[in-house]
């Protein structure tokens, strides 16, 4: 379906009651929707916003175009949850009613102050002949829905363009920081940094420096914080070209380690490492509680056609993964809770040939010695989904070259990781796959849309011991 102006900006208040009645029951009628996933009622999901702990409970807001699978005209949708695996559906929370935000109300964050829930987040805005404008706006939740406060940053700073979208905000020595993904007006990525004592008069600091001047057109959804005494900063720049088995997907997400100086804004940092070598992922987003720093990520990738956008749909989030800084590495870890879905195993086994008929939705761990393998998930007789590794040159390989419907073909079959394998763990739901590789020193993140019927787990190698839980 081509999509006009008009369609892709409609508001869901100007959708009658039987138009979505039927845009559920299209919905409905998918093969591939999700068991155990954040996923969209209707329409698109995208970006992860507002993720923040509050009120006894995990607040997560996402990116919605409600009416179809295109980017069209953004709302927040809210689901929150007290243990990170069951979410109540809490609805709409922001629809975009002003000027500022007239074409959307784009991605931000959020944060608690005086036992308020606040967010920042984008407004975007086009005038008659189409041109962009943004501005950062501060709302607070009440009653469920999300109320603008204020316009907090009503304009563009010299020198950067109107792709300057996303802020997240924390607290830290009494000030309010902002991180924002810009695009500088020689069309090149970065992040800059604006201070508040109040959250309504925002200062701008300028731009934080990094060693990653030429790195993509456009920086977006940035993430700063500490782990183990060192600054992480996260963001999905936009423009990278595929180098090795690196940057593959049609946009990054990765992030640098180092210290940010607050008062020269320089960044002195190790090299960019990408947070998820698989095909689907993008645009993540943290929150702290407890001592726990958690990351949820998209599900998806911006203009790239899913099998699931004829039913009316597409996209989900990520399972949450607690993050941890250990010998320069960013682990990242399935949480804990999510044992609660276990249903009982279905596999239990060790040796060199494992076979077994496996549920729709279930996880999987597997410890390896090391040697060649090849494990198939979601096999059929004509599909499977392939993980295979060479010990010679320890190359991870994820191949859904046959793993049912194809798409995104453009962008390879295959993903590589170079890494020693020892364990993975991996999750699958009815259209997704998440493996976490050596207790979270990588992690791949992929769609597949397999065919109905009986499916299998099969395991060939030197040896590896299976043990396999079914979901609700």
């Not at 088995?245 to 607050?262: K, M, P, W």
């Amino acid at each position: 379906m081509n999509w006009t102006k008009a369609e892709r900006y409609r508001s869901l208040r100007d959708v009658s009651a039987l138009e979505m009645e039927v845009l559920r029951a299209k919905t409905a009628a998918s093969p591939w929707r999700f068991g155990y996933h954040i996923q969209p009622p209707t329409g698109l999901l995208n970006d992860p916003n507002g993720f923040a702990y509050y009120d006894g409970e995990y607040h997560l807001f996402y990116q919605w175009f409600p009416l179809g699978p295109v980017h069209g005209l953004k709302h927040w949708y809210h689901v929150s949850s007290k243990n990170l695996v069951h979410w109540t559906d809490r609805g709409v929370a922001l629809v975009p009613e002003t000027k500022e935000d007239s074409h959307g109300a784009y991605s931000g964050s959020g944060f608690v102050v005086n036992d308020t829930l606040h967010v920042m987040y984008t407004g975007n805005h086009r005038t008659d002949d189409w041109t962009r404008h943004a501005s950062q706006i501060i709302g607070v939740l009440r009653d469920g829905m999300i109320e603008r406060r204020n316009v907090a940053i009503p304009d563009i700073p010299v020198g950067y363009t109107e792709h300057f979208r996303d802020p997240k905000v924390w607290e830290e020595d009494g000030s309010y920081y902002a991180i924002v993904g810009a695009q500088r007006t020689d069309e090149t990525g970065c992040v800059v940094l604006y201070r508040s004592t109040d959250l309504n008069d925002w200062t701008f600091l300028g731009e934080v420096k990094t060693e990653l001047e030429q790195f993509g057109y456009m920086w977006e959804c940035p993430d700063v914080f500490e782990l183990n005494g060192r600054h992480v900063l996260i963001f999905s720049p936009q423009g990278i070209e595929p180098e090795g088995h690196r940057y593959h997907n049609i946009y990054q997400s990765g992030y640098v380690t180092g210290t940010l100086d607050l008062e020269t804004l320089v960044f002195t940092h190790e090299s960019f490492e990408e947070l998820d070598f698989g095909f689907d992922f993008y645009a993540p987003q943290t929150t702290e509680h407890d001592g726990r720093r958690i990351l949820v990520g998209w599900m998806g990738l911006p203009e790239i056609e899913y099998p699931t956008d004829r039913y009316g749909w597409a996209h989900a989030l990520t399972l949450p993964r607690e993050l941890s800084l250990e010998d320069g590495v960013l682990k990242q870890r399935p949480v804990l809770e999510m044992e609660q879905l276990r249903q009982g195993q279905f596999v239990n086994e060790s040796g060199a040939h494992i076979d077994v008929v496996s549920p729709e939705r279930y996880e999987l761990k597997m410890l390896t010695s090391g040697e060649d393998f090849e494990l198939e998930l979601l096999k059929t007789e004509d599909e499977s989904l392939v993980i295979r590794y060479e010990k010679d040159t320890h190359e991870l390989t994820i191949d859904r070259t046959n793993a049912g419907e194809p798409f995104a073909t453009e962008f390879g079959t295959t993903r590589t990781k170079v890494i020693e394998v020892t364990s993975l763990h991996l999750y699958v739901d009815s259209s997704s796959v998440e493996c976490f590789v050596n207790d979270g020193d990588a992690v791949a993140t992929l769609r597949v849309f397999p065919s109905g019927g009986e499916k299998r787990v099969r395991y060939v190698g030197d040896g590896a011991s299976l043990v396999g839980w079914k979901f609700e």
